[in-house]
């Protein structure tokens, strides 16, 4: 099975400071992919990584993964309020596989 | 374009109805998928096309769901007969190559079966 897991499963910091939610795999993937997911709404597409590459930064966004550790990282910098979202790592290889996800309040 | 369109957005039925759920793609899109989610099992995916083509549907759970893509704008999850332990969020997605691209959800369709 390709299952992801993520931790923290709930996250919460003050606005400003940084967030860090973790994602590991279990088999070989081509990529790894972050979606954020307001409540009550469809989820969103933040960032790729493919299996050959180790960091990529999409604005306040970092995310960097390591194969031979089968994992993954998302870094949310200098968070906001807004921030306030589920994120879910998705793994994709033979098939595609969502991680169980991170809550994460940012308190104003 | 409009993005990934689901119908209804909200659906309560009684346990034994039929319902259907509907998902229009993103133009272009070859792929889309179906998924399931639950506060109890997360996010799963039931089945995904490639140009209308079922390619697995090994995420259906059972023969009371059934899922068909007749032409490449439209698609279909139904569920005959419904059960309240179907109640949950489904979503539609899209993209053009999965694991090139990223997917484009849709809004999602709460079923809520009494």
């Known amino acids: 099975s390709q299952q992801g897991e993520e931790d923290p499963q709930a996250l919460s910091i003050q606005e400003g400071e940084n967030a860090t939610m973790n994602c590991s795999y279990k088999?070989?993937?081509?990529?790894l992919q972050w979606y954020r997911q307001n409540s009550g709404r469809g989820l969103v597409h933040l960032i790729l990584?493919?299996?050959?590459?180790r960091e990529k930064h999409s604005g306040r966004l970092r995310v960097t993964l390591d194969t031979s550790k089968k994992s993954s990282s998302l870094l949310i910098t200098a968070s906001r309020a807004a921030d306030t979202a589920s994120y879910f790592c998705a793994m994709y290889g033979q098939n595609f596989v969502f991680g169980p996800g991170t809550r994460l309040s940012v308190l104003p | 374009d409009a993005g990934v369109i689901q119908s209804p957005r909200h659906e309560v039925t009684e346990m034994g109805q039929e319902v259907t759920l509907r998902c229009k793609p993103i133009?272009?899109?070859?792929?889309l998928f179906w998924y399931r989610q639950t506060m109890m099992r997360g996010l799963e995916l039931l089945i995904y096309?490639?140009?209308?083509?079922?390619?697995?549907d090994s995420g259906m759970p059972e023969d009371r769901f059934s899922a068909k893509m007749p032409n490449a704008s439209f698609s279909t999850l139904k569920i005959q007969p419904s059960e309240p332990r179907d109640s949950a969020v489904y979503f539609c997605?899209?993209?053009?190559?999965?694991?090139?691209?990223?997917?484009?959800f849709g809004p999602g369709t709460r079923l809520t079966v009494t």
């Open positions: 997605a899209s993209t053009p190559r999965p694991g090139y691209y990223e997917q484009y």
């Open positions: 096309f490639n140009n209308n083509v079922p390619i697995d």
């Open positions: 990584i493919r299996s050959n590459e």
């Open positions: 088999t070989s993937i081509n990529n």
């Open positions: 133009s272009g899109h070859d792929y």
